[in-house]
């Protein structure tokens, strides 16, 4: 009968250990993965709303926490689920950050469209009434700049309506359009925005 070498016994004892040291982080990585799945759940509706990239990334990332995991490889489950809360952290503080520009965005167009918007429905108006149109401007041009100005004002309302649900980016993106429509409107009668 042949006796245990020392190599051996050394060997057997570090496959153990291993086998150990994994199963014992069986436990943390299952509680790890669960505290990352629910800050990202509590997480999700800012990150979605303002940094749906951030979100992709970090849905993918979790799955892939937990595909370790599944595989019975749980130290890389643990490390990779030990990750996740200050990356989630930071994906909320983007997302705060990026609701704080579109809201200087947004109070700094609707501080100056409506006055705009005025002044271009004065002018139509004005425009209307003559009896002769200035050097360069026909009756079809009027009637151009006129249901250009139905389409800014009824745009405007969804902009604004998009800000009161609370759809910042949403009403902040509508709301960029109407202004450069405004403004090459505005161009095109003279005036200055």
Do not use: H
């Amino acid at each position: 009968m042949r006796q245990p070498t020392t190599k051996g016994i050394a060997a057997l004892v570090v496959v153990s250990l291993a086998l150990l040291a994994s199963g014992c982080n069986k436990g943390p990585a299952d509680a790890a993965l669960k505290a990352a799945d629910e800050a990202l759940a509590a997480a999700k509706p800012e990150i979605e709303k303002y940094v749906p990239e951030e979100l992709a990334a970090l849905t993918s990332d979790v799955q892939a926490a937990r595909s370790e995991f599944d595989k019975g490889n749980y130290t890389a489950a643990l490390k990779a689920a030990q990750e996740l809360p200050t990356r989630i952290q930071s994906a909320v503080a983007a997302a705060e950050e990026k609701r704080s520009q579109l809201t200087m965005t947004w109070t700094a167009i609707s501080g100056s469209l409506p006055g705009l918007v005025q002044a271009i429905t004065e002018k139509l108006t004005t425009l209307g009434a003559a009896k002769t149109l200035p050097r360069g401007m026909t009756r079809e041009m009027l009637a151009s700049a006129q249901t250009d100005l139905g389409s800014v004002t009824s745009a405007w309302t969804s902009a604004s309506a998009a800000f009161q649900a609370g759809d910042l980016p949403r009403a902040v993106e509508t709301a960029q359009d109407v202004k450069a429509k405004a403004e090459a409107l505005a161009g095109m009668l003279g005036l200055t925005p």
